[in-house]
């Protein structure tokens, strides 16, 4: 049973940068699929970035394209969302995602039900 541990977030002045970590239980961690959602009160959750683990996809939403990055480090069973630049409206709560088990179907990193794994959450929180 995976379990995934969101870290990293805190509050910042726009312009400033956060690094969010994604941490995966066990000894392997071998994924379809890695996103980072967010949501903020009285909105849907949205997607962010994701990266799809056997070709090294990687994708993001388009107001955060060159503001945003997301890797991976292998040893560490671990994913970071990179943020700089960030802006009072990317104030949320992100999620870390994972698709694990069963069928992943290539290209649909941005839907929510693509993913069979959910983080607990870390907030950020941009003041302007």
């Known amino acids: 049973q995976v379990q995934l541990v969101e870290s990293g977030g805190g509050s910042v002045q726009a312009g400033g940068s956060l690094t969010l970590s994604c941490a995966a239980s066990?000894?392997?961690?071998?994924?379809?699929?890695v996103g980072w959602f967010r949501q903020a009160p009285g909105k849907e959750r949205e997607f962010v970035a994701a990266?799809?683990?056997?070709?090294?996809?990687?994708y993001y939403r388009n107001s955060v394209k060159g503001r945003f990055t997301i890797s991976r480090d292998y040893a560490k069973n671990t994913v970071h969302l990179h943020m700089n630049s960030l802006k009072p409206e990317d104030t949320a709560n992100y999620y870390c995602?994972?698709?694990?088990?069963?069928?992943?179907?290539?290209?649909?990193?941005?839907?929510?039900?693509?993913?069979?794994?959910w983080g607990q959450g870390t907030q950020v929180t941009v003041s302007s």
């Open positions: 995602a994972a698709k694990i088990s069963g069928i992943y179907y290539s290209g649909t990193y941005y839907r929510t039900d693509a993913y069979n794994y």
């Open positions: 066990g000894r392997t961690f071998s994924p379809y699929v």
């Open positions: 990266i799809e683990w056997n070709v090294g996809s990687i």
